[in-house]
């Protein structure tokens, strides 16, 4: 990843507008990139057929408590309460209301609720790792969950994935949908971490790293997080692939 880095900074020295604020569909260390990409071009449908036959999320039936994913079961999930909060922005710094957020993510052990999930840790029975919210007229979201843990995944020998959060916004029709992930400060496996390398840019790779927000935090109850989220323009935020990790 070093040398694919150095290459990439060399160019954009080179050439400026050789800068990537997306990640490589064939990156080598992400051996899924290598495996999953498309080979062939892409097939342009008709969207309104489409939006004739896809599933139906609702923004009319979502309710608030949906935000807090630590009350979803009768006891308290295990792990480091957080809060994580943050506003959706379009390229011009505006922002995105009422917009259908979601999020899924591990449990303080590293371990999801499905079949694939074969990670010998825990499952918390208090903890599902699901919740969904609609942003206010400032775009802001805000959500209640556990710090998740990391966890290992087969990309190579001792692989492990950084902490991190899915983030789902579902625009206003289903083929709108975008998909990236929230991770967490100074985590030590940012670097050895292939999809999270695969956005070569640093710049564009810090704009998926949350902020530690003192204001956030709330006495002896929960630390707290900030993380905004650009959709166009320069600054936007990495969207990734329904099929990715």
């Known amino acids: 990843m070093r040398v694919i880095h150095e290459a990439y900074e060399q160019a954009k020295a080179a050439d400026p507008s050789?800068?990537?604020?997306?990640?490589?569909?064939?990156?080598?260390?992400?051996?899924?990139?290598?495996?999953?990409?498309?080979?062939?071009?892409?097939?342009?449908?008709?969207?309104e057929t489409i939006e004739l036959w896809s599933p139906a999320f609702g923004h009319r039936d979502v309710h608030k408590l949906e935000s807090d994913l630590t009350i979803q079961h009768n006891g308290e999930p295990l792990g480091e309460r957080i809060?994580?909060?943050?506003?959706?922005?379009?390229?011009?710094?505006?922002?995105?209301?009422?917009?259908?957020?979601?999020?899924?993510?591990?449990?303080?052990?590293?371990?999801?609720?499905?079949?694939?999930?074969?990670?010998?840790?825990p499952i918390d029975p208090n903890f599902t790792g699901v919740g969904r919210?609609?942003?206010?007229?400032?775009?802001?979201?805000?959500?209640?969950?556990?710090?998740?843990?990391?966890?290992?995944?087969?990309?190579?020998?001792?692989?492990?994935?950084?902490?991190h959060i899915h983030f789902s916004l579902f625009g206003t029709d289903f083929t709108q949908r975008m998909i990236t992930q929230m991770y967490f400060p100074g985590d030590p496996l940012f670097a050895l971490d292939p999809i999270y390398q695969s956005i070569t840019d640093q710049k564009a790779r810090d704009r998926l790293v949350?902020?530690?927000?003192?204001?956030?935090?709330?006495?002896?109850?929960?630390?707290?997080y900030n993380w905004d989220i650009v959709l166009s323009g320069s600054n936007r935020t990495w969207m990734e692939d329904e099929e990715d990790e």
């Open 83 to 121: 809060i994580v909060t943050g506003r959706i922005l379009d390229g011009d710094g505006r922002p995105v209301r009422n917009q259908l957020v979601e999020v899924w993510q591990a449990n303080a052990a590293g371990r999801y609720i499905h079949k694939r999930d074969q990670h010998p840790a």
């Open 18 to 47: 050789a800068e990537e604020i997306m990640p490589r569909i064939d990156f080598e260390p992400y051996r899924s990139s290598i495996l999953r990409h498309p080979t062939k071009d892409l097939r342009h449908t008709d969207p």
């Open 210 to 224: 949350a902020t530690y927000d003192h204001n956030v935090t709330e006495h002896e109850w929960a630390t707290g």
């Open 133 to 163: 919210m609609l942003t206010d007229d400032n775009g802001n979201y805000r959500f209640q969950t556990i710090k998740p843990g990391p966890y290992p995944w087969k990309n190579h020998h001792n692989a492990w994935r950084p902490a």
